[in-house]
């Protein structure tokens, strides 16, 4: 399945990408969390937060009342020191009546990833889908979504939580999958961007990756910071935030750490997503202090 086909191929993508620092800036530690609020957050599971370029448009998935088991929703805000707005979904041209989850944004904000069992997909697991939008100011331009295919997706496994980067080589997607050849239940693999529009073969990425299940990751917009959720019995409490660097994209990952009780809770904490300022981390927690089962909430940092 040809990925680029709306900007004329890929080749048209790396002659647009910038060049990155080669450094990881020093920040402070994290903030305490923040609970979004009663507006963003239902009494449903809201979950897998992801946040556009400018910081105005969250983008999440949800149980609540829709068109499937869950579906993808977005809430506004016209500032980014203004509260979210109530959340609209984003409609049956992105989602079905199957299971949409964990979207995230390409920086460009023109296209959408997202994993779905929808039909069309490499069933009976989660697929990594892709929409594209002409205007990225338009949180319902989304075009039909298209699989990404054998090369991201495999047979008999389930792939989920994609991060699209775009580095100082051919742009990648980090995601996890299940499939087997890894260390754990789900493992950190990725898959680059060819010439031509396809998704390479996934690879193994041994160095985010550990014995126990690793359900998600979040990589910085240049490629020098990873958020991992890695999990230890027992579950969903188990489930605590990680983080690794590297200096440059040529690289290895650092050994993950954990991002601390500060962050962490017992009631687990999943699906982080790290923001373009790379000072805001936004997450899910079931943790006390929240509306429903499963909350949306953000931890922030300075830059020192």
Do not use: C
């Not at 290895?252 to 981390?281: C, F, K, M, Y």
């Amino acid at each position: 399945m040809v990925f680029l086909r709306v900007a004329s191929t890929a080749v048209v993508l790396l002659a647009l990408l910038a060049s990155y620092p080669t450094a990881a800036p020093e920040f402070s530690d994290w903030s305490t969390p923040v609970n979004l609020g009663p507006i963003v957050n239902s009494t449903f599971a809201d979950q897998s937060p992801a946040v556009s370029k400018n910081g105005l448009s969250l983008y999440f998935q949800s149980d609540r009342p829709g068109f499937g088991n869950s579906d993808l929703w977005v809430s506004r805000r016209d500032r980014v020191d203004e509260p979210w707005g109530p959340p609209e979904n984003l409609g049956t041209m992105v989602n079905s009546s199957a299971f949409e989850s964990r979207p995230s944004l390409s920086r460009n904000e023109h296209w959408l990833f997202f994993s779905s069992n929808r039909a069309g997909g490499l069933a009976p697991g989660l697929d990594i889908w892709a929409s594209y939008r002409e205007h990225v100011h338009d949180d319902f331009d989304w075009q039909p979504p298209v699989n990404l295919g054998s090369g991201v997706n495999a047979a008999g496994s389930s792939e989920i939580e994609a991060s699209y980067v775009e580095n100082d080589g051919a742009p990648q997607l980090f995601f996890v999958s299940n499939r087997l050849g890894g260390f754990g239940a789900f493992d950190v693999y990725v898959s680059d961007l060819l010439a031509d529009g396809t998704w390479a073969p996934a690879t193994w990425v041994p160095d985010l990756s550990s014995a126990g299940p690793d359900q998600s990751v979040s990589v910085r917009f240049d490629g020098l910071e990873a958020f991992i959720i890695r999990g230890t019995p027992p579950f969903p409490a188990g489930f605590d935030l990680w983080v690794s660097t590297r200096d440059t994209v040529s690289h290895s990952w650092s050994q993950p750490v954990t991002l601390g009780q500060l962050v962490n809770s017992n009631r687990g904490d999943e699906s982080a997503h790290i923001a373009s300022d790379r000072r805001t981390l936004y997450f899910e927690s079931s943790r006390p202090g929240g509306v429903g089962g499963a909350d949306l909430w953000a931890t922030t940092r300075t830059r020192k």
